[in-house]
Structure formats: structure tokens, C-alpha cells
């Protein structure tokens, strides 16, 4: 850490490391294994600052009686150049006995003892938002006969004022003398992802994160070579399994790659939907995805079909593996589409804040043999990575030693993830000092964006190799004891959304296959309580779910109309109907009239295409020649389940004015009949006259 002047002391930094992280879109937050620091609006993470981070040794820890180097970086983020100085770095040799002089330490820079100077260098001019690094070689008599422990390591700057900044900067850090034997190390991976929409990641996503630069293809080569313990959301292989033919190659060369990795690995619940929350809602059985049949699309899968075996007379067996009637491909079933290869079955990795009867509820969700991994800051006195709690077997990560790791692997900055990583180091030198054989389980947290290089070394770091987690099962089980409050309005809040769900899937009906809706909204659902949410991500997760839901049951329904002039005493009444989903509904549409004077047909059903506002003609027919009445509109599903609000609508019937027209209508065709008539007989009495005069004419000529 870095403290300095007053516009960089440890909390503007930390503002700017939380800010500069990147975390994932929708599994931010405190992980409860340990989590990482949220990020926090302050207006002095933007105010010029000059920064210098220390780190000695191998990220931080030093063999007994060994040489060792001091690597020291300023970093000059205001808009001057910073001139040269000298940098100074103290090391005291009364050693942090505990988490709390350590955590003092880090946090406020306050220690007991004095400081010997080991080191000191001068350092070059730094132009603005630039650094520099500059290495202190610190010999073995130096550091001379310090016992295995953490220390407190100092480093100061001055000489390099500037009209912005005149105040030497201090940073502080910590030594790690490493003991000649030490405890295994294990540490635990999360390998997950957030899709757009919250259900499965689309194939155009699915080409951005299995990409040469890709954050899953990060997260494979972060871990590949390492013992890393491998937590993988059984979403992601889903989501490029149920695209078949049609899966981008990256991603399923990515898949093969994972499969082939020898880490040991075990299964997330789908999405990474978090067991303590549905256990604490009162869910008898764990929340899994309704179907993932809509997904698949037969076009994109083999069209050859199993080869049926011949059952025979003695066993009667029939195909274990049941064919399309039609001859068409087989498809994926749910648990083949969501297979992890390789998992080990039985382990949980919930949320920390659990109960003694949430980690029983898990033992009916997963088995009696489940294992639930929770942080060292849910238990009180943990020993060692393994223990029992209440007969129910447990994997303990240390919190301290996670959350420094989870920071230092989420830090593209070099220099700072040095410091961070020197802070696990000291954490993990602390906890190993319980029990050198205990073995000590580590665990990152949710973050979708990791770079390879850091993960690598963040694990690299403090995991040792071939140790893993069946090693840590191996280890004896110490018995410790529950030390959390539960969060019960996670709970409450996904009793809420599992009832909205139980409306939207009456809704549903009015779909050919109701999945089609229910699928996605389950999974949104899970994902809405992923563990890696804080606070604010879940609850904006939760007010998505509820909008989403709402949106849709509001999605199908009659637009207000204007008054219907009826002027036939039989018509067909056109009525509007609304539908904003992305696919074809059926809808009963039922009229009721105000009055008996007008029959209509009370029930009529219709197919509305998606995205699109269909009108439906209702037959009526009027009893009375005139008047003012309603009919009132109702949109049921098939089954006869409500869909949207009742509408009514004003008819005004002018039925007499049918029979008026046709008279009008007649009148006026006998009229021009007639004037037809008179026509035609005025014309040939003219033509006969004629006629007649030209007669009289010839006969007069002939006379003469």
C-alpha cells in the first residue's frame, strides 16, 4: 500500500486500485470468500498524485540468510514533470505477530519498533502520468539473522516536490522470512461468466471470451501449468454445447482445452446461483434450469440417428436412448448439456453467511457426503483448510490471504500486484504458523476479467505444486464452529421472484411450448442471486428480474379503441389485439355486450404474430335499429387463464340506416332506370322523324 501526501494517502489509493480493477459485469461485489474491495465515488482518487509502491524479495518473501532485491515504482499522475529524487527503504526487525499488527499495519501504517535503513537510490525524473522502477540490491548481512515472521518494509521519497505535490510519499509493505518447512497450499479458481441477457451466453459473446484475447481463454492459460482447483459454471460448456454445429471454433477449442486440463475441478451450481440464498428462501430442492430444449436447434445436430439395438426375446429390453419418430437427430438432454467433464461431485461454493441449518439443507440438496466451501471469516478458530462443523464437512479458505490474492490477480499494474501479492504472502506466513502440516485452502473471487499473466502469477505465488484439493480432503478435519449472520433478505427477495415466476408461467400458456418463456427467466432467476454479487448488484439484479417479468405479462393486450360505428344489423366488429413477444401466442378473446339487443360471438380464438398488432373480427349481429352500448374485452390463454386487463369499448349501432340506404339506393336506380327509358324513347321518335323527313324529300325528288 501507499501512503503519501494528502491527496494520495491509502484510501485515494485504494479508491483508484478498486476503480482500475476490472470486475465482472454482474458478479461484482464482496465475495464471501473473501471479496475484493468495493469501488467508492471520491473526489480525491481524482486529484493529481505521485505513488510508490515497494516490494522485496520473491512477492515479498525471502529464504533464511538469503540476499534479496527491493523493487520500488513512482508513479507520477499529476500533470507535471516530477523531478529527481532519492528513495529510502526501512525495514523493522520486530516482526507482526497477528492478523491485527498485520492489518494495522497495511491499513494505517502503524507498528511497534523502530526502522533500520537496508537500502537507498536515486531515482529519475518521471514525466507526467508516466513511472519509473528502480531496483535496491539488499545483501544477506544486511537483512541479518531475522527469524521466519512478517516484517514491516517502508519506502520514502523525497527530494521530488513539485508545485503540486511538495510532501515526501511514503509506502508500506511488508517482508516475508519464510519458514524452512511450511504447510501445502491449495487454491481455488472460479471459472464463470455473465451473459447480456442473463440466461446463456450467445454465440457472438461466446466469440469475444474464447478469442485469442478472450477473458476465458485468459482464465485457461491463467491456470493452465498451475494446481489450481478449478470452480467452472456448468452454464458456460451449456452455452456452447446447445449451439451444436453452429458453436464458434474458438469456443469449442476452448471447451476441449478445459476438458484436457488435469486440474481437479467440481462443478458451480448453474450460473453460480448462490445454495445459502435458496436454502434460506425455504427451498426444499435447489434451483435448476426448467429446460434447455429451446435452445436447440435440430437443424444444427447430427441427422444421423443412434443405431437402435434389436431387443431381444429373453431381456425385452427397449432402447435405452429413445429415437425421434420422424428419424431426425437426438439431442442433447439437460444433464449432458450442463456436464463438466472430470468434476468431483458433492462440493458446494455458496455464499459464507450459512447457518447450521443451511449447511443441513445442503446435505438434501447435493447428498449426505457434500462438501461446502466457506471463508474463514464465517468460522471462528479455524485450523488448517479442512474442518467439520456440526458433523458436516467444510473446506475453509483463509479470507485475509484471499482477498490480497483476488486483488493482486485482478491487478494489471505489475508494481501493485507485487504489493498485494506480498500481503497473501504474509496472511498465508500468519495462518501457517497454526499448524505447519494442516494444509491452507485459498480462494479467488468472482471476476470474469482476470488477464493471464496476473492469475498465473497471483497462483503461482502461494499454491503448491501437486497439491490440490483431493489433498485437501485427504487432510484430518478439525472441528470448528459457525461465526455469521445470515443474510435473510436475499432469501426473502428470491421467494418474491420464484411467485412472479409461478404467475409468468400460468401466462405462459398462451405459448405452443411454454419453455420458450420459462426457460430463460429461470435462469435469470439463479444468476439474479449469483454469489458474487454485493449488495447493490443484487438488489439492481433483483429490480431487473421483477421489470423483466413485468414487462412480459404486459407484453399481450387490447389498445384502448375509439368508439365502432356499427351501420349493418350483421357485421364482422374488428378489434385490436397486441403482442410484443418474440413469439407467436395464442389467445381466447372473449366478448361480452352491455345488452341483449346485440348478439356477438362471445368466444373467439386467435394466433398473434410476434412483434406485431393483429385485429380479430368478432361477428355480431344488432336487434335494435339504434343505440349506444359496450362490450366489454377480455384476453384469455387457451386454458382459460387471464392475460392483461380488461378493455371495453363503445359501440353506437345505427341499424336503420342500412335499411334507409338500400331504399335510397333502390329509389335511385328505378330513378335512372327511368330516366334511361325516357332517353331511349325520346331518341328513337327523334330517329323516326328523321327517318320520315327524309322520306318526304326522296319522294318529292323523284316527282320532279
Not at 578 to 585: G, H, S, T, Y
Amino acid at each position: 500500500m501507499t501512503a503519501s501526501t494528502s491527496q494520495n494517502g491509502l484510501r485515494a489509493r485504494l479508491h483508484r486500485l478498486a476503480r482500475g480493477s476490472v470486475v465482472a459485469a454482474t458478479v461484482l461485489g464482496l465475495c464471501a470468500t473473501g471479496g475484493v474491495v468495493p469501488a467508492i465515488a471520491d473526489s480525491s482518487a481524482d486529484e493529481p498524485t505521485v505513488e510508490l509502491h515497494v516490494s522485496a524479495g520473491l512477492r515479498g518473501t525471502v529464504a533464511l540468510g538469503s540476499a534479496t532485491t527491493a523493487s520500488l515504482t513512482v508513479q507520477n499522475e499529476s500533470t507535471t514533470e516530477l523531478p529527481a529524487g532519492r528513495v529510502t527503504v526501512e525495514l523493522s526487525r520486530t516482526p507482526l505477530g497477528d492478523e491485527t499488527t498485520l492489518q494495522s499495519w497495511l491499513d494505517d501504517a502503524e507498528t511497534t519498533g523502530s526502522f533500520d535503513e537496508i537500502g537507498s537510490d536515486s531515482t529519475a525524473p518521471v514525466d507526467p502520468d508516466s513511472s519509473a522502477t528502480t531496483s535496491i540490491l539488499i545483501p544477506a548481512e544486511t537483512i541479518g539473522d531475522l527469524t521466519p515472521g512478517v516484517y514491516p518494509l517502508r519506502a520514502t521519497l523525497t527530494g521530488a516536490a513539485t508545485a503540486e505535490i511538495d510532501e515526501d510519499v511514503t509506502s508500506t509493505s511488508v517482508l516475508v522470512v519464510s519458514e524452512a518447512t511450511a504447510a501445502p497450499i491449495a487454491v481455488l479458481v472460479p471459472i464463470t461468466a455473465t451473459p447480456t441477457d442473463g440466461a446463456l451466453l450467445s454465440s457472438e459473446e461466446l466469440s469475444l471470451l474464447t478469442a485469442a484475447d478472450g477473458a476465458l481463454t485468459a482464465a485457461l492459460e491463467g491456470v493452465s501449468g498451475t494446481s489450481a482447483v478449478l470452480a467452472v459454471d456448468p452454464a458456460i460448456p451449456a452455452s456452447i454445447r446447445v449451439l451444436g454445429s453452429a458453436a464458434p471454433a474458438p469456443a469449442v477449442e476452448w471447451l476441449r482445452r478445459l476438458d484436457a486440463l488435469p486440474n481437479e475441478r467440481f462443478a458451480l451450481q448453474f450460473g453460480d446461483a448462490d445454495l445459502t440464498t435458496q436454502s434460506q428462501a425455504g427451498l426444499t430442492a435447489p434451483l435448476q434450469p426448467t429446460s434447455l430444449a429451446p435452445y436447440l436447434d435440430p437443424s444444427r445436430f447430427s441427422n444421423t440417428p443412434t443405431p437402435t439395438p434389436t431387443p431381444t426375446p429373453s431381456d425385452g429390453a427397449a432402447d435405452p436412448t429413445p429415437q425421434p419418430a420422424d428419424g431426425g437427430p437426438v439431442l442433447p438432454d439437460d444433464a449432458t448439456l450442463t456436464a463438466v467433464d472430470g468434476a468431483v461431485e458433492g462440493i458446494a461454493w455458496p455464499r459464507s453467511d450459512v447457518t447450521d441449518a443451511d449447511l443441513a439443507a445442503f446435505s438434501t440438496y447435493l447428498g449426505e457426503d457434500v462438501v461446502t466451501v466457506l471463508s474463514s471469516s464465517a468460522t471462528s478458530g479455524t485450523v488448517g483448510g479442512h474442518s467439520l462443523i456440526d458433523g458436516h464437512d467444510v473446506l475453509v479458505t483463509d479470507a485475509a490471504a484471499s482477498s490480497a490474492l483476488s486483488k493482486a490477480a485482478s491487478q494489471n499494474d505489475s508494481a501493485v500486484r507485487q504489493q498485494f501479492l506480498a500481503q497473501a504472502s504474509a496472511h498465508l506466513s500468519l495462518s501457517g504458523r497454526a499448524s505447519t502440516t494442516a494444509p491452507v485452502l485459498v480462494g479467488l473471487s468472482r471476476d470474469d476479467t482476470r488477464s493471464a499473466d496476473a492469475l498465473k502469477e497471483s497462483i503461482g505465488a502461494v499454491d503448491t505444486p501437486g497439491f490440490s484439493l483431493s489433498g485437501i480432503l485427504a487432510a484430518p478435519a478439525a472441528t470448528t464452529t459457525l461465526a455469521t449472520e445470515p443474510d435473510s433478505a436475499r432469501g426473502t427477495d428470491l421467494q418474491r421472484m420464484l411467485a412472479d415466476e409461478a404467475v409468468l408461467g400460468e401466462f405462459s400458456t398462451i405459448l405452443d411450448d411454454p419453455q420458450d418463456m420459462l426457460s430463460p427467466k429461470r435462469m435469470q432467476i439463479m444468476r439474479a442471486t449469483a454469489v458474487g454479487l454485493g449488495v447493490k448488484a443484487f438488489n439492481d439484479a433483483v429490480a431487473d428480474v421483477k421489470e423483466a417479468t413485468r414487462d412480459t405479462l404486459a407484453a399481450v393486450d387490447i389498445p384502448p379503441a375509439s368508439t365502432i360505428q356499427l351501420l349493418s344489423a350483421n357485421a364482422d366488429l374488428p378489434f385490436s389485439v397486441r403482442n410484443d413477444l418474440p413469439w407467436p401466442v395464442n389467445v381466447r378473446l372473449t366478448v361480452s355486450p352491455s345488452d341483449p339487443r346485440l348478439d356477438v360471438q362471445s368466444v373467439t380464438d386467435a394466433t398473434l404474430q410476434p412483434g406485431a398488432t393483429t385485429r380479430i373480427k368478432v361477428p355480431v349481429s344488432a336487434r335494435v335499429g339504434s343505440g349506444e352500448l359496450r362490450l366489454g374485452l377480455q384476453l384469455s390463454s387457451p386454458t382459460g387463464v387471464p392475460i392483461s386487463q380488461p378493455e371495453s369499448v363503445r359501440v353506437s349501432v345505427r341499424a336503420e340506416w342500412e335499411t334507409i340506404g338500400l331504399v335510397l339506393f333502390g329509389a335511385l336506380i328505378v330513378l335512372l332506370l327511368g330516366l334511361g327509358t325516357i332517353r331511349t324513347i325520346v331518341r328513337r321518335r327523334r330517329d323516326k322523324r328523321a327517318e320520315e323527313a327524309a322520306d318526304a324529300v326522296t319522294t318529292e325528288e323523284s316527282n320532279e
